[in-house]
T-cell receptor, first 115, second 109 residues
Framework: DTGVSQDPRHKITKRGQNVTFRCDPI?????LYWYRQTLGQGPEFLTY????????KSRLLSDRFSAERPKGSFSTLEIQRTEQGDSAMYLC?????????????FGSGTQLSVL | DAKTTQPPSMDCAEGRAANLPCNHS???????VYWYRQIHSQGPQYIIH???NNETNEMASLIITEDRKSSTLILPHATLRDTAVYYC??????????FGAGTRLFVKA
């Protein structure tokens, strides 16, 4: 169990640029989540995948945000035309639900700063 | 998902038990109570969960009241490394996990 890994750990970009983050879940986990967290707040749900299918997207996920999970393995989250309000920690989590039980395993996140 | 209410912050002396309360008065019969914690600059970490019965694992104990309207997470011997934000969440199996603001626990030497 190597855990959930996210890359990069930190990203600094200028307003208007595109950025892409990667998440590698725990290998046998079929569910993958993306959350966003700003200072002093709890993580906010953005979207999640069951295998390669994107099952739900939050209203927080504007048209500038897109997430993919090709082949049901790693996932990418892309933000186009970044804005200063996109500055946040982007967290990825994976799980293997068993019945009603679902424990999320989180990565350490990608800290995005938009200048 | 049912809403939870937690105090914004709590203090605890090192070596003493930390008791973190959570109110979930609108919880439904099929909703589980989950606890996660988040240490500074890390992703949240699962601690424990339960439906009706009290639960214990190597990290903590979870006490759920008989009417299930509230619960308490107990860290039996808090250490400085337990300083973190603790999130109480209620969720139905198969649905996404929604985090609130949590309780910021400060463990003091």
């Amino acid at each position: 169990d190597t855990g959930v890994s996210q890359d990069p750990r930190h990203k600094i970009t200028k307003r208007g640029q595109n950025v892409t983050f990667r998440c590698d879940p725990i290998s046998e986990h079929n569910r993958l989540y993306w959350y966003r967290q700003t200072l002093g707040q709890g993580p906010e749900f953005l979207t999640y995948f069951q295998n390669e299918a994107q099952l739900e997207k939050s209203r927080l996920l504007s048209d500038r945000f897109s997430a993919e999970r090709p082949k049901g393995s790693f996932s990418t989250l892309e933000i186009q035309r970044t804005e200063q309000g996109d500055s946040a920690m982007y967290l990825c989590a994976s799980s293997f639900p068993q019945g009603a039980d679902e424990k999320l395993f989180f990565g350490s996140g990608t800290q995005l700063s938009v200048l | 998902d049912a809403k939870t209410t937690q105090p914004p912050s709590m203090d605890c002396a090192e070596g003493r038990a930390a008791n973190l309360p959570c109110n979930h008065s609108t919880i439904s019969g099929n909703e589980y109570v989950y606890w996660y914690r988040q240490i500074h600059s890390q992703g949240p970490q699962y601690i424990i969960h339960g439906l009706k019965n009290n639960e214990t694992n190597e990290m903590a104990s979870l006490i759920i009241t008989e009417d299930r309207k509230s619960s308490t997470l107990i860290l039996p011997h808090a250490t400085l490394r337990d300083t973190a934000v603790y999130y109480c969440i209620v969720r139905v199996g198969g649905f996404k996990t929604i985090f609130g603001a949590g309780t910021r626990l400060f463990v003091k030497a």
